[in-house]
T-cell receptor, first 113, second 113 residues
Framework: QQQVKQSPQSLIVQKGGISIINCAYE??????FPWYQQFPGKGPALLIA?????SEKKEGRFTISFNKSAKQFSLHIMDSQPGDSATYFC????????????FGKGTRLHILP | DVKVTQSSRYLVKRTGEKVFLECVQD?????MFWYRQDPGLGLRLIYF???????EKGDIPEGYSVSREKKERFSLILESASTNQTSMYLC????????????FGPGTRLTVL
């Protein structure tokens, strides 16, 4: 299966809270899992990415948690800020093939001030 | 500051018209991509290119063609626009074997009447 299933579709979090977005996949050949952030009126931008040889990757307030056995990965945004309000896409690809990347449907995140 | 630029932010065309969408990147990236983004469907790959004058079909190439005469420029062509091609079109670029696009342009919102 080539799908990447992302949830929830939308999320509202209070300022200072933790935002959690989840993704699941079926194809065990996937070996690269990026997250993209898209602000209204802008194109997506690569935010953070992980490979399956590690279970967690942290960059500032953004953390990817990866569970290889469950075939799930998630994005955690700590101390969420109104400026984090955006649409987030998870994705998965195989063997560094840029054309084979599969995107999730996206999560619209809104951080309440 | 690295950039992917697209020739138009908004475009309105009539059914049957030939439409050109231009994309330019200034990062000397080998790979360039055209995606369309539709609500509920996420990002879908139309065409990509790994080198000058090279092009490969993505997941939804029907009704589209592309041209890459120079490394920095990748054009998407709608030979005869139809209403079901009304969408947000995103250009992206990356280095070879990056696992996925790294930089996206701001998008072109195309409306076909």
């Amino acid at each position: 299966q080539q799908q990447v299933k992302q949830s929830p579709q939308s999320l509202i979090v209070q300022k200072g809270g933790i935002s959690i977005i989840n993704c699941a996949y079926e194809n065990t050949a996937f070996d690269y899992f990026p997250w993209y952030q898209q602000f209204p009126g802008k194109g997506p931008a690569l935010l953070i990415a992980i490979r399956p040889d590690v279970s967690e990757k942290k960059e500032g307030r953004f953390t990817i948690s990866f569970n290889k056995s469950a075939k799930q990965f998630s994005l955690h945004i700590m101390d969420s800020q109104p400026g984090d309000s955006a649409t987030y896409f998870c994705a998965a690809s195989i063997g560094n093939r840029d054309d084979k990347i599969i995107f999730g449907k996206g999560t619209r995140l809104h951080i309440l001030p | 500051d690295v950039k992917v630029t697209q020739s138009s932010r908004y475009l309105v065309k009539r059914t049957g018209e030939k439409v050109f969408l231009e994309c330019v990147q200034d990062m000397d990236h080998e790979n360039m991509f055209w995606y369309r983004q539709d609500p509920g469907l996420g990002l879908r790959l139309i065409y990509f290119s790994y080198d000058v004058k090279m092009k490969e079909k993505g997941d939804i190439p029907e009704g589209y063609s592309v041209s890459r005469e120079k490394k920095e420029r990748f054009s998407l062509i709608l030979e005869s626009a139809s209403t079901n091609q009304t969408s947000m079109y995103l250009c992206a670029s990356s280095l070879i074997e990056a696992g996925g696009p790294k930089f996206f342009g701001p998008g072109t919102r195309l409306t076909v009447l």
